[in-house]
């Protein structure tokens, strides 16, 4: 298997050879990425950096992002279908100059990523060994062009008072008002989200407050996003209390989760 670079490092190390070459801005362009993304029932599909299904796309320098809701080991097995790949996936991308292999260590990770190189006029095939013939995608290149490069901001870290920024990156939007909502963590690991009391289902993009109670000494409340690299951790696993903290949310699925099995979605929409 080839090793692993997770999306996180590789964007932390490229920001900060972006910042050093230009001095100090706050900004850095990165390689298009490919996400492949599977489903509960270990099925993916394949986005680009839009969002857009994948199909076609211009040849050149990618990073392949695999990608789980959660870690698949963390489930328990059920061995009568495929929820959680039967404990991890067996993700396998081939093609001209390509050969990606994973299990996202034992699906003990939920995110990895590879740099890869895509040759013009030229056929992939993405494929999950554990049922090949239903988790199966595949798309070609074109014969010419140039992936387009992507720009991502730099969010600093609050040296002053020791605690990073707890904000994910967004899309740029400013909203003028900032909405609470209330989550919660129970001793057993049920997470809950509500707003005015209601369960969140779906909401629109902006910036919002996540009240946090939490009760468990022995799980977090962590958010997924759309293209997040990994879940963040709103709330520690040895955190008993109640935090606040500050998320600018994009369109999209995301998802809420305590990492002992209790998995929750809402999305977020014009």
């Known amino acids: 298997m080839r090793r692993a670079v997770h999306r996180l490092?590789?964007?932390?190390?490229?920001?900060?050879?972006?910042?050093?070459?230009?001095?100090?801005?706050?900004?850095?362009?990165?390689?298009?990425?490919?996400?492949?993304?599977?489903?509960?029932?270990?099925?993916?599909?394949?986005?680009d950096d839009s969002g857009n299904q994948v199909t076609s796309v211009a040849p050149g320098q990618y990073q392949i992002d695999i990608r789980t809701p959660v870690p698949f080991g963390t489930i328990p097995k059920n061995f009568s279908d495929m929820t959680a790949c039967k404990g991890m996936p067996q993700f396998q991308l081939t093609g001209p100059g390509v050969n990606v292999s994973?299990?996202?260590?034992?699906?003990?990770?939920?995110?990895e990523s590879y740099p890869a190189t895509l040759q013009p006029n030229a056929t992939y095939v993405a494929v999950d060994l554990n049922q090949?013939?239903?988790a199966r995608v595949s798309f070609t290149t074109l014969a010419s062009g140039t992936p387009q490069k992507i720009t991502?901001?730099?969010?600093?870290?609050?040296?002053?008072?020791?605690?990073?920024n707890q904000s994910i990156v967004g899309s740029g939007l400013t909203p003028t008002t900032k909405v609470t909502l209330a989550g919660t963590l129970t001793p057993r690991g049920?997470?809950?989200?509500?707003m005015k009391g209601k369960?969140?289902?779906?909401?629109?993009?902006?910036?919002?407050?996540?009240?946090?109670?939490?009760?468990?000494?022995?799980?977090?409340?962590?958010?997924?996003?759309?293209?997040?690299?990994?879940?963040q951790n709103l709330t520690g696993s040895a955190f008993v209390g109640k935090k606040s903290v500050s998320v600018t949310l994009t369109k999209g699925r995301w998802t809420f989760l305590s990492g002992l099995g209790q998995i929750h979605f809402f999305t977020v929409g014009s």
């Not at 994973?102 to 990770?109: K, M, Q, R, W």
């Open 152 to 164: 991502s901001p730099y969010t600093s870290t609050n040296l002053g008072k020791g605690t990073p």
């Open 102 to 111: 994973t299990t996202l260590t034992a699906g003990c990770e939920s995110d």
């Open 9 to 47: 490092s590789f964007l932390l190390v490229v920001l900060a050879a972006a910042l050093f070459a230009s001095g100090g801005a706050n900004t850095a362009t990165i390689n298009a990425t490919l996400y492949f993304n599977y489903t509960m029932n270990c099925t993916f599909s394949v986005v």
């Open 199 to 231: 369960p969140v289902t779906k909401l629109k993009p902006g910036k919002y407050t996540f009240a946090i109670t939490d009760k468990s000494a022995h799980a977090s409340f962590a958010l997924l996003g759309p293209k997040s690299p990994k879940k």
């Open 190 to 194: 049920r997470v809950m989200l509500t």
């Open 132 to 134: 090949p013939t239903v």
